[in-house]
């Protein structure tokens, strides 16, 4: 029997409907919700992302500013615009596009976000935040793991997790949301002896790695639920998860899809912090 396909289209669409709205009882009230994008890099794929936050963001009528600062900007550049963006009361949300130049550090860089325009949850404060079970704006990434389980129904309380990947963007924000929700989680990495061995375990797999087909049928316990989290760039221009589809198809119960998975959730949920940060 083929895995369930856990679309995120829908989800997506009705999160970015309820954020058009709010955006226009915002903008009716006097205030106008802006988001700025800080880019310094000129990554084909992080360009491709960007463009869809702002086409999304425009149709939401969410003003997006894009800051194209150069792929050889320096660090110092880099962190005084986004001082200059949190000062900057028209401003409600910031994004700090990765990757980032050479000598500059998302976490380091990511401080300079103030807290309450941190709609991309990049600021340590926001992780540490989480940790703590306290209010802060998630990666947006990551909570479209849990909202795209949720929207699906996938019960979490007491379930085994695994998650694969541990960047401080996608896998330990997952982690610790998870965790939030009373979900058993392990968190795997490059590291990890027997990959499979763990994985195979876990009633839900969330895949968060960046390398194409890593997880086959071995690594999927049967009739587990598969989040594929990877967006990896393909020779036609197009997108492949970290999951071999076919491979897994057999094997797990439902399976999120690359492209129309957690992608379309993501921007969408960037939407939505937005209008929440400009109050709405
Ligand atoms: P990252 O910072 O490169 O982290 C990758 C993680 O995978 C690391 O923790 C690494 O372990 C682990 N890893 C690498 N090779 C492994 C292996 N063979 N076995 C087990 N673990 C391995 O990547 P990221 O930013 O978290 O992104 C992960 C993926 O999600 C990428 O495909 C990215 O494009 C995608 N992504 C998608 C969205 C979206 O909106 N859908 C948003 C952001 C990212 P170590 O820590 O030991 O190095």
Not at 108 to 117: G, N
Request: charged share 15%; glycine share 10%; net charge negative.
């Amino acid at each position: 029997m083929s895995a369930l396909s856990l679309s995120g289209r829908d989800l997506a669409a009705a999160v970015r409907t309820e954020a058009a709205a709010r955006a226009a009882a915002l903008t009716a009230a006097g205030t106008s919700p802006r988001l700025a994008v800080v880019i310094a890099t000129a990554d084909e794929s992080s360009a491709w992302y960007v463009r869809s936050i702002a086409k999304a963001a425009a149709t939401a009528g969410i003003t997006c500013d894009l800051v194209e600062l150069g792929p050889d900007a320096a660090a110092d550049t880099i962190r005084a615009t986004l001082a200059r963006l949190s000062a900057d009361d028209t401003v409600h949300g910031i994004i700090l596009q990765t990757p980032l130049p050479a000598g500059a550090a998302l976490e380091d860089l990511a401080s300079a976000i103030a807290f309450e325009k941190d709609v991309d949850g990049a600021n340590p404060l926001s992780l540490g935040r989480l940790a703590s079970g306290l209010p802060a704006f998630a990666p947006a990434t990551a909570e479209a793991v849990l909202a795209i389980l949720d929207h699906h129904e996938v019960d979490l309380s007491g379930r085994l997790v695994a998650v694969v990947g541990r960047s401080t963007v996608v896998g330990k924000p997952a982690a610790h949301l998870l965790l939030n929700r009373d979900a058993t989680v392990v968190v795997c990495h490059s590291r990890t002896a027997d990959l499979a061995a763990v994985t195979s375990a876990a009633d839900i797999l969330v895949a968060a790695v960046g390398r194409p087909g890593l997880i086959t049928a071995e690594h999927v316990g049967r009739g587990a639920v598969v989040v594929d989290v990877g967006t990896n760039p393909t020779e036609d221009g197009g997108l492949t998860g970290d999951v071999d589809a076919a491979s897994v198809a057999d094997r797990a119960g439902a399976l999120t899809p690359v492209p129309g998975g957690v992608g379309p959730v993501t921007t969408a949920l960037l939407l939505r912090h937005t209008v929440q940060a400009a109050g709405g």
